[in-house]
């Protein structure tokens, strides 16, 4: 192996030529030349999947078509030039072959065999001595590999209905498996512009063409889980009911950074998706900030809602100091305890220890890891982006009877009297419709489901 390095880069570049033909073949590009007296009298490429042959490396076939070529398999005076490090199986190959030398590219940190993983050539008590050079043209090899493998993985990211973008997370599918009293599975969606690619998460259940349709948007820190005692009541009467995940939370993709959430954005997807879906009939269900949503949704797109029912939804952007503390925690605490804050927000401290680590589960598994809480960390700022509750829109429906304002179950972090003082500052005119302000008892997973809220809902709001 006498040669200098121009000679060893000649060579090698013929190698980089068989690995590309590799490539193009959909295989592995590693591609080998055999040189004997400096001539190429063997070439070969990765073949193992279209040739349905283990043993169809680059090196070996180089080695076949070489003894060919000389017509004996003793290559001795040969050297092997290939663009990756040798496996154990090739640099076996090269010693029975009498291969005088072999000049790799690349490494091969998890199976090489020249020196990576084990040295195959490096052992004197070995009948034949195999001379290796390491490195020739290596930034190169390498280019071709790391070329190779990203648009492999591009190509099977786009073979998938809905391929993660780089930029966000996704809990997988087992994290929501046997919730109780959770039987409906999400049709997902990432075809809404405003996603970007996103997995949205949507529960989408009754008759397209039913007298009404119920759209439930959650606030933070839940999802639409926080619906699941109502969901029977809607359906048992015909109605569609229609529950999404916002980004970050719940079964939807969840951006990495928190400056991806605005309440702007969050609004042009629930814009998109009751545009996507044609929702007609709507009475919009909003728990907490997902109401304020869900109200700048009907003020954009009025002729599709006939009302709302709103439960623990605050009408200001300026919060009273626990509430504002409240979020704030959930932002700042990576482990701040989604259910134990779930159920004390909803008076159910007793109730979620009985029901077991199920119920517990079903809050925290979207936040289970500390980079899944973007949402969380956002939603203080998102929280002054909300736009002015609608007064004339919800003077119309407190009019015809198609309004409903709950509290929280419990007076912390916000008394109900507090609560409905807010409402009236923001909406003075509601001051003369007694009829919106409804009553919660404390022990319901939503305010009032366990006490036949979905059926008095439904009875409510019939059209």
Known sequence: MNLDASEHEHFMRQALEQARCAAACG???????????????????NSPLSAQDPTAHAEVLALREAARTLGNYRLEGCTLYVTLEPCTMCSGAMLHARVDAVVYGAAEPRTGAAGSVLDVFGYSAINHQTRVLRGVLAAECSALMAEFFQLRRQEKKAQQPHPLRDWALRNADETFAGLPDWPWQPQWRSDLPALQGLRLAVVDEGPEDAALTWLCLHGSPGWGYGFRHLLPDLLAAGHRVVVPDLPGFGRSDQPKKDKQHSAPWHLQIITELIEALDLRRLVLVGQGDGGRLGLAAAQALPERFAG????????????????????????????????????????????VDAQGPKEARAWNAPFAQPGHRAALKAWPRLQTELTAPPAD???????????????????????????????????????????VWRQTRPGAPVPAAWQGGGAAAVEYFAP
């Open 308 to 351: 709302a029912w709103l439960i623990d939804t605050w009408p200001l952007n300026t919060q009273p100091q626990q509430r504002q503390q409240w979020f704030e925690q959930a932002a700042r605490k990576p482990a701040w305890d989604v259910a134990r804050a779930m159920a004390g927000l909803e008076g159910l401290h007793t109730v």
């Open 27 to 45: 295989e592995v590009p590693v591609g080998a030349v055999v040189v004997k007296d400096g001539q190429v009298i063997g070439r070969g490429h």
């Open 393 to 435: 829109l919800l003077q119309q429906w407190a009019q015809a009877d198609r309004l409903w304002l709950q509290p929280a179950a419990t007076p912390q972090p916000v008394s109900a009297a507090q609560w409905q003082a807010a409402w009236l500052q923001a909406v003075p005119q509601l001051a003369a419709q007694s009829g």
